[in-house]
């Protein structure tokens, strides 16, 4: 992609839009998408380049600072997020992607182990009141912004502790619930509270009641997707058949009882590898579509001596990650993909085995889940357990009899999704229970919109539109000379716990990066939050920019023949054209003798949109 210098209207910027620190100007979201890919692909939209940047130098507590501007997750994301900014991030063009999701771990380390405390802000509070229903990262988060803008949240959790499936899908090897409670810590530092072992509805309180006698201005509900799907086979019900979810929970508070020496976890998604991996190693002592393999790692600590994992999908079809996968498959669990349950085969009431069939495909011509199998291919696995891991749905029991907050067809809460709004007034909803299963990241999004709405229309301002601009600050950028042989700089990869000592212990098994690691693995960010600009009415065509250039960004051609090779003096109508995909930002240009070459960092901060003083100079 060719690029002289950004496509601004320069009528929009005004004195009102100009803060001291740069020039304020609006920005296609399309740029941002081509130019800054990681910020622009994080649902939450964290400022990746502006942290790694700040890791690189050192400044730990201001890249944590950074974080919690956009997400007040940092630390459960730098444990499991999906790395959604990892599969765009422009050094995985031409070598591996930078660490982000690790480097964010790594500072949430140094701060949580160094005891560093992050002072609240101070906040002038407001007399209207806002009620949460769960608290999961979407509810959270909407509680953290609308009471970083004065609101008073009140939080309502049916579980004895808050953190939704956070605490309970997801094992403590993974995540260690004292990291889901130091982010907690901070979102109530800010005055929220959350009044836990308090579910929503009858009987009891209901969303009526909050709005009408308790004087609430607006309901979020994210009490997220708390049903496993049943397989809806002959021998499903009874004792020995158990879901990952209930499986998982019954973990964490201690009372899993023995599920025999042979466990088959049905699904092959994220929490069915965590279901096995965990039956597993206690012997020898969340739906997302990811959500299956959890509960196979689960069960690999509780006792079974074979787990296996079966699943409808080839092993390369399967939707876990594949370090789920190779984790799982080195702690000793057997995968069996592209089998089909048909029964649960039981003994006087036990269970004693999994009846399954080869699978022909999974997916149809049109590419949609529609398994088919082979005939006559039945083989039956020995069992004493059978755990069911194939999808997770909310479960919207609690709203039956309320008519006026529609369900769509596959049962999750019907809502508007620019708004989030549902088709009760003054009610919203986000995350799981209104998408289905989704990844952390993403509900920590739907918090942040959410609040945004519900600001909205407690002041009585119409509801957020889709925006194809944004605002954006430029700043003279700092550039710091770049290491030699940067861009050879292999990608810094945690050391793990060796597999002999994960047995029988719930320890974490991604240890992490060392300080070391961290600061080498920020110096391969390519900074792709830096713009070069080049003024091109007054170059003097010198060429001197083409020829330092590493990448071939910068090329001099003829306006009347853009294919003509460099020269370094073409003539009168020559013109430097750079090219963004291929630039690194190395700053060589930058020396220009003309002094036409800028450099400047763009700085989106989309949670201003948060603030009321900056919506109202909008």
Not at 446 to 474: F, Q
Not at 513 to 528: N, T, V
Not at 548 to 573: F, N
Request: glycine share 8%; net charge negative; proline share 6%.
């Amino acid at each position: 992609m060719a690029d002289i210098s950004f496509t601004t209207d320069s009528e929009a910027t005004n004195q009102a839009t100009i803060p001291k620190q740069g020039k304020r100007i609006p920005l296609d979201l399309d740029w941002l998408q081509q130019n800054i890919r990681c910020q622009h692909t994080c649902p939450a939209h964290m400022d990746v380049p502006g942290y790694i940047r700040l890791i690189g130098q050192g400044k730990y507590l201001e890249s944590y600072k950074l974080m919690l501007e956009t997400n007040p997750f940092p630390a459960v994301c730098g444990y499991i997020c999906a790395r959604p900014c990892e599969t765009k991030c422009k050094r995985g063009d031409f070598d591996k992607p930078v660490s982000i999701d690790a480097l964010k771990r790594f500072v949430t380390d140094y701060i949580y182990k160094n005891k560093i405390t992050i002072p609240p802000p101070k906040i002038i509070q407001r007399e209207e009141k806002v009620a949460i229903i769960g608290s999961g990262p979407a509810g959270l988060t909407a509680a953290n912004s609308l009471a970083g803008m004065g609101y008073r949240v009140t939080v309502f959790e049916k579980e004895s502790v808050p953190g939704g499936m956070l605490m309970w899908a997801i094992p403590s090897y993974r995540l260690p619930r004292e990291q889901i409670m130091f982010d907690i810590s901070h979102i109530q530092a800010r005055g929220v509270e959350i009044k836990t072992n308090t579910p929503i509805g009858s009987p009891g309180k209901t969303i009526s009641g909050l709005l009408e006698e308790e004087g609430y201005k607006a309901v979020f509900i994210a009490a997220g997707a708390q049903k496993v799907r049943a397989l809806g086979i002959p021998g499903e019900e009874g004792d020995g058949v158990m879901d990952c979810l209930e499986f998982l929970k019954n973990v964490s508070l201690g009372v899993m009882r023995s599920m025999g020496k042979k466990v088959i976890v049905v699904g092959g998604g994220n929490v069915a590898m965590d279901t096995a991996r965990t039956a597993m190693r206690f012997t020898q002592n969340v739906g997302y579509e990811h959500a299956e393999m959890d509960a196979a790692r689960m069960a690999i600590r509780l006792g079974a001596q074979e787990v296996h994992v079966v699943c409808l999908e080839s092993k390369e079809e399967m939707p876990a990650w594949e370090h789920e996968i190779v984790g799982a498959e080195e702690e000793g669990i057997i995968l069996n993909p592209s089998k089909g349950p048909k029964s649960i085969i039981r003994e006087n009431n036990k269970v004693v085995g999994l009846e399954t069939l080869n699978v022909k495909s999974v997916f149809d011509s049109d590419g949609k889940f529609n398994p088919t199998f082979i005939e006559n291919s039945e083989n039956i696995m020995p069992a004493d357990t059978v755990i069911l891991a194939v999808g997770q749905t909310p479960d919207v029991s609690w709203l039956e009899g309320r008519p006026e907050i529609e369900l769509s067809p596959r049962g999750t809460i019907k809502i508007d999704n620019e708004t989030l709004a549902t088709t009760r007034p003054g009610v919203f909803a986000g995350g799981d229970v209104a998408y289905g299963p989704r990844i952390v990241i993403e509900a920590v999004a739907d918090g942040k919109k959410a609040a945004t709405s519900i600001d909205r229309y407690i002041r009585g301002k119409s509801l957020p539109e889709p925006k194809k601009k944004v605002w954006v600050t430029l700043t003279d950028s700092e550039l710091n000379a770049r290491e030699g042989d940067y861009d050879a700089v292999p990608r810094q990869e945690m050391h793990m716990l060796p597999i002999e000592n994960r047995q029988g212990t719930f320890n974490i098994v991604e240890l992490g990066l060392s300080e070391s690691q961290a600061k080498i693995e920020a110096s391969r960010c390519l900074k792709c939050d830096l713009s070069i600009e080049v003024g091109t009415n007054d170059c003097v065509l010198c060429g001197r920019c083409s020829m330092v250039c590493p990448a071939g960004a910068l090329r001099m051609v003829d306006t009347a023949d853009e294919s003509r090779k460099y020269q370094p003096s073409i003539s009168e109508d020559g013109i430097v054209i750079k090219y963004t995909d291929k630039c690194i930002r190395c700053g060589n240009c930058k020396d220009c003798p003309a002094h036409v070459i800028t450099m400047k960092r763009v700085l989106w901060k989309p949670d201003e949109e948060l603030n009321e003083t900056l919506e109202e100079s909008e």
